[in-house]
């Protein structure tokens, strides 16, 4: 059985909620904007390095 989970929702979520934009997550996880987007639109699936790196840029 495999689950689901739907991360770039998530990021959006706690994206918005601290009202930050794509640009300054980015910036601050050290990616490049295009690419944060991608994964928000889950048309990627970033390597853990890059997730913890989005965690931290997120304070989450």
Known sequence: MRLYFDLGSCLREIRNN??????????????????????ERNVCEPK???I????KALET
């Open 18 to 39: 601290r009202n930050m934009t794509q640009y300054e997550v980015a910036e601050k996880a050290r990616i490049d904007e295009k690419h944060y987007g991608r994964i």
């Open 48 to 50: 853990i390095c890059t």
């Open 52 to 55: 913890v790196e989005i965690g």
